[in-house]
């Protein structure tokens, strides 16, 4: 299968020439933030986060504020006052998929009833399947090397099969949230199989949609050519999904999502602006880097679980010696979780047996290393104490990796699960929001005369 690519007729040294026009009104003091009070990044001074709505759908906790000062705390993540550990740890006991049960959760306000976690199941099932000749119209035609880009257009390209796509009253876009629940494992996988075909010369297998099957056995189901997978590894990416369905109002792909729901514009648009969103290194697409960081390491490693061989390789990422120069540490930090990301534990502590098992010790231990070290290097080299946490990046990947899950899936997996989160928020934006969000930006361009077009230098 070939791709031809568009040339643009824009030439390098064109585009150079434009770029130095750009760039001589387009930067902004530093400074200039500070003397208006302007919150970089919906920031305030001590990092946390501007408030900008309320919501009753998620809660990310990770410090408290006493007398003025931020106080780290473990981490807490809870879907509607329910703490994630109680309902992961509930799932567990009783040897039975969660992520459904989230999504009636998130949706609705309440834990389902064994009957109403029945019909949801029976819904999702029956959704699973897209529109006659979609996959062949809008997935295979034209492939994409990022799933991420090819998902996104894929839902975009819903709204040309449905009947009434602009109607936002709450029961049209219940109705388009659970179809695009039901329906995204479906084109995650058809997108990466259109992919393995055109860009890798693999086979390429679409099977028969299964309707007996939870989402995370679904997409093992789908994603694997023998169809075959251990009860363990489903249930291990069952509690992967449920992990990342949501995490409040304020993370960058939600609240995209909030601010087109609040212009009024169709579920598909608002939903394509979550995945525009996760795809940056800086939010879902963090756990690739995490993946490239790790492989890194242990390459240029003797032993990468020595952790005096790991605390040097960190210090030379940090001086943007080594990694991809930014001095980063993927997988570290987060912008509100401070002494623990719950997700992260909950992931470290329910992949370890299983990665074990599969070979995967010096990965777990390499990474390991790195959640230890990090705060110490980072404080010997700048010299400032900071409470930091492994997020859910750190492990995520290794967890899909675990899962013979390759990693062009790692972000697109974690939208899979995150358009619950995001068609909850939508929902209760429609339901309570009520006005557009229109932020301020103060100008700091000075007033000019206009010149004529013959006077100009």
């Known amino acids: 299968m070939s791709n031809n690519y568009y040339i643009s007729p824009i030439s390098m040294d064109a585009l150079s020439s434009l770029c130095c026009e750009l760039d001589k009104n387009n930067s902004i003091k530093p400074q200039d933030f500070k003397k208006y009070q302007v919150k970089r990044g919906l920031r305030n001074s001590d990092g946390t986060g501007v408030m900008a709505g309320l919501t009753r759908i998620c809660s990310v906790e990770g ?11 473990d981490g807490k993540l809870s879907y509607r006052g329910y703490d994630i550990n109680d309902i992961v ?13 989230v999504v009636w959760l998130l949706l609705f306000g309440e834990l389902p009833t064994e009957s109403q976690l029945i019909s949801l199941n029976e819904v999702i099932a029956e959704c699973r399947a897209l529109p006659d000749e979609f996959v062949e119209d809008m997935i295979m035609k034209n492939a994409s090397k990022d799933i991420m880009n090819k998902m996104a257009r894929s839902v975009m390209g819903l709204y040309s099969f449905d009947e009434n796509p602009d109607d936002i009253s709450v029961p049209n876009v219940l109705r388009q949230s659970l179809q695009l629940i039901a329906q995204m494992p479906t084109i995650m996988n058809s997108a990466y199989q259109v992919k393995r075909r055109a860009f890798y010369n693999k086979t390429m297998f679409l099977h028969p949609i299964r309707k007996d099957q939870s989402t995370a056995e679904y997409i093992l189901n789908q994603l694997r050519a023998d169809k075959q997978f251990t009860r363990e590894e489903a249930k291990l990416l069952d509690i992967c999904l449920m992990l990342h369905a949501d995490h409040g109002g304020g993370n960058n792909s939600t609240f995209s999502t909030r601010v087109l729901t609040s212009s009024g514009t169709d579920t598909y648009s608002a939903i394509t602006a979550g995945f ?3 795809k940056g290194p800086r939010h879902g697409g963090a756990n690739i880097r995490v993946a490239e960081q790790m492989n890194e390491i242990m390459a240029a490693l003797p032993d990468s679980t020595d952790p005096a061989q790991v605390k040097d390789y960190l210090v030379k990422i940090m001086n943007k010696e080594a990694g991809d120069k930014t001095g980063l540490v993927y997988g570290m930090g987060h912008a509100v979780y401070t002494k623990s990301d719950p997700r992260a534990v909950i992931l470290k502590e329910n992949a370890r047996k299983l990665a074990y098992e599969k070979g995967y010790e010096k990965e777990f231990r390499t990474l390991e290393n790195i959640e230890i070290l990090t705060p110490q290097v980072f404080s010997e080299l700048r010299g400032v104490e900071k409470v930091m946490c492994a997020n859910v990046d750190l492990y995520s990947g290794l967890v899909y990796k675990v899962l013979g899950i390759p990693e062009d899936l790692y972000t697109p997996l974690f939208a899979t699960a995150r358009i619950a989160g995001w068609c909850a928020h939508r929902l209760e934006e429609l339901t309570s929001g009520g006005k557009i969000m229109r932020p301020a930006y103060k100008s700091v361009s000075h007033s000019r005369k ?6 100009r230098s």
């Open 63 to 73: 410090y408290y504020v006493l007398d003025g000062e931020k106080v780290p705390k």
């Open 89 to 101: 740890d509930h799932c567990i006991e009783e040897d039975r998929f969660g992520y459904e049960e």
């Open 450 to 455: 206009f010149v004529d077009l013959s006077h």
């Open 276 to 278: 525009g969103s996760l």
